[in-house]
């Protein structure tokens, strides 16, 4: 496991159990980058998903209105699944406040991690823990539903990993960098100019948040936050994972590049490498390579 866990829930913002029951079906919020949410995993088809949400009848469809507020209380970052994000949550962003201005010129901006049951209203829209973990650039927030990233991880990957988890936090975390720099918005306009190659500027966002999660990990390895070298593979292998091809392979059975919008395995490996090895954020430079 890794040393960066932590109890403050000063970072969190708690909307479970504040309304938002599910009801109805379909997916009310695309993945995509700019005008959407941007996150790890893309959405799951049926085949996926009744084995990650054991039947309930309240896993799917759009949420009902709720506020966008929360409350997180002392215990919100008590057990342990709840550590590990609280811990990734703040160290990331203690990572970007000593390191962006250094690469980008500029502040970074601390925002906060949402936990949510189900369903959450959010600047973006309405969404359902089937979107999986993302992040909303209209409100600067991530949007995280414990217990169905506790699921997934175990389908996808088939365990639970600290290191891996908060790979994932740390991705979504890189969406937010990408907001804060004003690449969000950069691609948003390309992918107006250019709708032909929307998907591939989605995929080169996706792997630079990979690339910005391994720098991350790589300042955490750096520090002696591991307890062992073998957790680097539990983050690579939930890279790989949520890789467009394995994905389709596992909902659909054949792989369609063409649909891709977060890149395949080896992509999401090798950008979270680059980012692991090289700690500089100028080697994250995936636009000019995907595109």
């Known amino acids: 496991m890794t040393k960066v866990r932590s109890g403050n829930s000063s970072m969190i913002d708690d909307r479970r159990g504040s309304g938002g029951g599910l009801g109805g079906g379909g997916f009310p919020i695309p993945m995509k980058a700019g005008g959407g949410v941007l996150g790890i995993i893309v959405l799951l088809a049926s085949i996926l998903l009744p084995k990650l949400l054991g039947g309930s009848n309240n896993a799917a469809g759009v949420p009902q209105q709720q506020d966008r507020t929360g409350t997180a209380t002392a215990d919100t ?3 342990e699944l709840e550590q590990i994000v609280c811990g990734a949550t703040e160290d990331v962003q203690a990572y970007w406040q000593a390191n962006l201005p250094r690469f980008y010129n500029t502040n970074y901006e601390v925002t906060k991690t949402v936990f949510f049951t189900d369903g959450v209203d959010t600047a973006c829209g309405q969404a359902t ?8 650039p209209a409100d600067h927030l991530v949007y995280i539903d414990l217990s169905f990233l506790q699921a997934l991880e175990q389908q996808l990957v088939g365990t639970t990993a600290d290191l891996a988890e ?3 936090v740390a991705h979504e975390y890189g969406h937010h960098l990408q907001n804060v720099v004003g690449i969000n918005g950069q691609v948003q306009q390309a ?12 995929v080169a966002m996706e792997l630079q ?5 391994g720098m991350w990990v790589g300042d955490v390895a750096a520090r002696g936050k591991l307890d062992s070298s073998a957790e680097i593979k539990e983050a690579l292998d939930a890279a790989a994972a949520v890789g467009d091809d394995r994905i389709q392979e596992k909902t659909q059975g054949r792989i369609d590049r063409e649909a891709w919008t977060h890149g395949s395995a080896e992509q999401r490996q090798t ?21």
């Open 129 to 136: 823990s089937q979107t999986g973990p993302f992040y909303c």
């Open 77 to 79: 970052c008590d057990d």
């Open 166 to 168: 908060q790979y994932i």
């Open 209 to 213: 948040a990979d690339c910005f999660a």
């Open 191 to 202: 992918q107006q100019n250019d709708p032909g190659r929307a998907n591939q500027y989605s």
């Open 271 to 291: 950008w979270f490498t680059r980012g692991f090895n090289s700690g500089d954020a100028s080697q994250c430079d995936t636009f000019s390579e995907v595109l």
